[in-house]
């Protein structure tokens, strides 16, 4: 298995509190991706890092910052929560071999998931 | 918008069976095609990547197609276990507007083996 953490695993908070969100890899690849699966709707793109430092938005990101100091951690953070925000999210890495005409050639690897509760 | 489908949304086999899983996807346009199997409370790990110059990739019982054309893959497995249960998720790579590639997932299919 890929070495990727995530934590808290389970958190439950309240509406318009601060929550931050941790995954930390082991492999020292070079794309970090935040994720959040819904039912009826998959898994869903939030934010991304293709560095240290360099962060670009997904397909849902409204309602979350995210950082990247360090090669190895990938800090999602919820301003101020909403019940919507309810989810679980998952953290991926991936290293994006590309390859003439094919793409990438490389997987993501996929962290545990954190199961956040916002009441 | 690239949009991922999975038909159906659960399946319930007896084991030993051979199945077909289906997976369509609305744009061709895409570098791979991935499928993902999740174990309940689990992350999602990696089964088969079909680059999108490739018609299929193997990997012991499991078998994956792409039709890039029609837009659709198919997972196939064969001599089907206990051990396959789980939901099996197929997600494709595109390039997105803003000129980076990004994965989108379908909805997943819920696979349970009936010893």
């Known amino acids: 298995d890929a070495g990727i953490t995530q934590s808290p695993r389970h958190k439950v908070t309240e509406t318009g509190t601060p929550v931050t969100l941790r995954c930390h890899q082991t492999?020292?690849?070079?794309?970090m991706y935040w994720y959040r699966q819904d039912p009826g709707h998959g898994l869903r793109l939030i934010h991304y890092?293709?560095?240290?430092?360099?962060?670009d938005k997904g397909e849902v990101s409204d309602g979350y910052s995210v950082s990247r100091s360090k090669t190895e951690d990938f800090l999602l953070t919820l301003e101020s929560a909403t019940s919507s925000q309810t989810s679980v999210y998952f953290c991926?890495?991936?290293?994006?071999?590309?390859?003439?005409?094919?793409?990438?050639?490389?997987?993501?690897?996929f962290g545990p998931g954190t199961r956040l509760t916002v009441l | 918008k690239q949009e991922v489908t999975q038909i159906p949304a659960a399946l319930s086999v007896p084991e030993g069976e051979n199945l077909v899983l289906n997976c369509s996807f609305t744009?061709?346009?895409?570098?791979?095609l991935q499928w993902f199997r999740q174990d309940p409370g689990k992350g999602l790990t990696s089964l088969l990547l079909i680059q999108s110059s490739q018609r299929e990739q193997t990997s012991g019982r499991l078998n994956a197609s792409l039709d890039k054309s029609s837009g659709r893959s198919t997972l196939y497995i064969a001599a089907s276990q206990p051990g396959d249960s789980a939901t099996y998720l197929c997600?494709?790579?595109?390039?997105?507007?803003?000129?980076?590639?990004?994965?989108?997932f379908g909805t997943g299919t819920r696979l349970t083996i009936i010893p």
């Open positions: 890092s293709y560095g240290v430092k360099d962060t």
């Open positions: 492999e020292n690849h070079r794309y």
């Open positions: 991926a890495i991936s290293e994006s071999r590309w390859t003439s005409g094919a793409g990438n050639t490389d997987t993501q690897y």
């Open positions: 744009d061709s346009a895409i570098y791979n």
């Open positions: 997600a494709v790579e595109a390039v997105t507007d803003f000129g980076n590639e990004k994965l989108t």
